[in-house]
């Protein structure tokens, strides 16, 4: 990948990791890289800016103008070129969100939610399932989340772990229950579980489901704070939901 590429490729979000290390180390060893980079960054920054009503009409404008004008070969420098590409993806990208609808958080739930692998309790297949909790996580495993919930009123207090709470928020997200999983969630959080970022990642998923878009955004950026799970999914979201 060359260093256009590479400039277009950061901007559109489709870089990997090594690329992205790549982006990073060219800006501090090459000048004329580094130039380029920041044109295109601030050529983004103004997009943001911008009216989306002015941006629609200066987009028409530049599609009329096309239609009518000559031909004609123009010499630019490289960056220059890379940065009319940009301008005209980024108009795109402003007129679809225009035409379309909001962020569709249905999707990125749909998208991103998977329950979470049973990691507490290891269920050994062929013994008898004596104890009530082998017989929930059993059941848990077995996607059974209606007798998950029937074995959970089962439980004393001194039988109830704490990570119950963040297996019983993923089971309520899992029955369609956001609003009952998020207290356990958060409960089982403030409680500084051992499972703490998982439960964030849930947590913040749960808000998304719910169209508490803020309130997601506020949970993806503690995880990706965190450093310690879903780093990267969280700030896709986060880019998606700005």
């Not at 909001?102 to 990125?108: A, R, Y």
């Not at 990691?119 to 007798?147: S, W």
């Not at 001194?158 to 956001?178: E, P, R, S, T, W």
């Amino acid at each position: 990948m060359n260093k256009e590429e590479l400039i277009n490729g950061y901007f559109e979000g489709s870089l990997s990791e090594s690329q992205l290390a790549e982006v990073e180390n060219l800006c501090e060893t090459d000048t004329d890289f580094a130039t380029d980079f920041e044109f295109q960054k601030e050529l983004q920054q103004s997009l943001k800016k911008d009216d989306r009503l002015e941006i629609k009409q200066l987009f028409s404008g530049l599609n009329n103008q096309a239609a009518q004008a000559e031909p004609k070969v123009i010499r630019m420098r490289t960056w220059l070129a890379a940065a009319a590409i940009a301008l005209l993806v980024g108009l795109g990208s402003w007129l679809f969100l225009l035409n379309g609808s909001d962020v569709n958080t249905d999707d990125l739930y749909a998208a991103n939610f998977t329950p979470y692998d049973n990691v507490v309790h290891p269920i050994e297949r062929g013994n008898e399932l004596e104890d009530l909790q082998t017989q929930m996580f059993a059941a848990y495993e077995a996607k059974d989340y209606e007798l998950w919930l029937q074995l959970t009123e089962q439980l004393t207090t001194k039988q109830k772990d704490g990570y119950i709470d963040f297996y019983g928020g993923i089971v309520q997200m899992a029955l369609g229950n956001h609003e009952k999983a998020i207290p356990l969630l958060q409960g089982y959080i403030d409680a500084d579980g051992e499972l703490k970022d998982r439960a964030t990642w849930y947590l913040a998923l749960a808000h998304l489901k719910l169209g508490a878009i803020k309130s997601a955004e506020i949970e993806l950026a503690k995880l990706v704070q965190m450093g310690s799970f879903k780093t990267k999914a969280a700030e896709d979201l986060l880019k998606a939901l700005d």
